[in-house]
Structure formats: structure tokens, C-alpha cells
């Protein structure tokens, strides 16, 4: 969710100023990534990365293990504008 916010002001009759703040993801809400599809075997067992040459199915698989791609966090700015 996106948030924005201002106010103009009149200095002069001719001369505006406008303060604004905006925040993009506002409430600073996860973006989680799609879980892991690959259901393949590999090497390395589940019980912390020991690897036992054991081929036993992938530990991540169906898991979403972080954020998405390029998903930002909350960002605020502020600004101000003279018009005249």
C-alpha cells in the first residue's frame, strides 16, 4: 500500500509552495517469492548440510525461502516544490 500527502501553501499572490510526503509500501509488508519447484535429488542431506552421499530429495522443495526478487522495503521521501 502507497501513501502520499500534501499541502500547498500561498506565500504570495503569484508564489505557491507545496510540501509532500509519500511512502511506498507504507505498512512494510513482506513480497514473499514463489517456493522452491525443483523436487530433484542432490547430495547434501536435510540435517544441516552434511553431506553423506546419500542422494535424498531436495530439503527446499515447496518452500518459499525469502523475499522476492527485487522487492523493495518501506521507502519514504519528502519533498517540496516552488511554483511561481
Do not use: W
Given at each position: 500500500?502507497?501513501?502520499?500527502?500534501?499541502?500547498?501553501?500561498?506565500?504570495?499572490?503569484?508564489?505557491?509552495?507545496?510540501?509532500?510526503?509519500?511512502?511506498?509500501?507504507?505498512?512494510?509488508?513482506?513480497n514473499?517469492?514463489?517456493?522452491?519447484?525443483?523436487?530433484?535429488?542432490?547430495?547434501?542431506?536435510?540435517?544441516?548440510?552434511?553431506?553423506?552421499?546419500?542422494?535424498?530429495?531436495?530439503?527446499?522443495?515447496?518452500?518459499?525461502?525469502?523475499?522476492?526478487?527485487g522487492?523493495?522495503?518501506?521507502?519514504?521521501?519528502?519533498?517540496?516544490?516552488?511554483?511561481?
Amino acid at each position: 500500500m502507497d501513501l502520499s500527502l500534501g499541502k500547498e501553501f500561498s506565500l504570495t499572490e503569484k508564489v505557491k509552495l507545496e510540501v509532500r510526503g509519500d511512502a511506498y509500501d507504507a505498512f512494510n509488508h513482506v513480497n514473499y517469492a514463489n517456493p522452491d519447484a525443483n523436487v530433484g535429488y542432490t547430495n547434501t542431506a536435510c540435517n544441516g548440510g552434511l553431506n553423506t552421499g546419500l542422494n535424498l530429495a531436495d530439503c527446499n522443495a515447496g518452500i518459499s525461502t525469502g523475499a522476492a526478487v527485487g522487492s523493495n522495503m518501506r521507502i519514504i521521501q519528502l519533498g517540496a516544490r516552488i511554483s511561481f
